[in-house]
């Protein structure tokens, strides 16, 4: 005998349809559910307990709408006085996920991006392999790093992830306009970051609209 509670429809609709699955085949499917309200993975101590405290101020419906804007791939840029702070709400957002999330630093892609390699395996185009595929992605400190090769592994991945509409929040203490400066203070090329910025700012102006 099936147990109809906890299934997705009601019991007529699988009367109809013929095909039953159980509760516990349903609750397997949903596997992205069980990671909602967690924290991403690698984020530091001191975000992660910021993050907590905003999370739990925040309303149901407000946690669902994050929720939904983050399951149609929005980019959300989140711009502070204060890094941590910044970084704190864009993981508080992130939690607000049913998907799988992660976290990351631009200093730490620039870093990684400075080690590698011009070919192979170890490539600098592989230093950011990490952080295409999480549905939803945190990057904290953007503009921050003073490192050239920021501007070349931000577009590295971005233009990736754009491409599969995979949710971004950025976190920074500049805004859009200003990052760039930071960028070029730092020896990124000016016509690659006039295209990373064109880049970010598309896929922000589409997460305002999901």
Known sequence: MIDYEGLPATKNYYDTLGTVIT??????????????????????????????????????????????????????????????????????????????????????????????????????????DPYRDPPVLVIADVGASRMREETDALLELLGDRRRHKRATLFASTFTGKSVGRALGAAGGNPERIHELIELISAGVREGRQS
């Open 23 to 128: 509760p516990k085949a349903w609750q397997a499917l949903r596997g992205p559910r069980r990671n909602a309200h967690r924290i991403p993975p690698n984020t530091p101590e001191l975000i992660a307990e910021r993050a907590a405290v905003i999370f739990a101020a925040k309303t149901a419906t407000a946690k669902e709408e994050e929720s939904a804007r983050l399951s149609a791939g929005a980019w959300i840029w989140i711009a502070r006085d204060d890094d941590n702070a910044a970084a704190a709400e864009a993981v508080a957002i992130a939690m607000s996920s049913c998907e799988r999330t992660s976290f990351t630093s631009a200093p730490e892609l620039a870093k990684a991006w400075n080690g590698g390699e011009l070919f192979g395996p170890n490539s600098k185009s592989h230093a950011v």
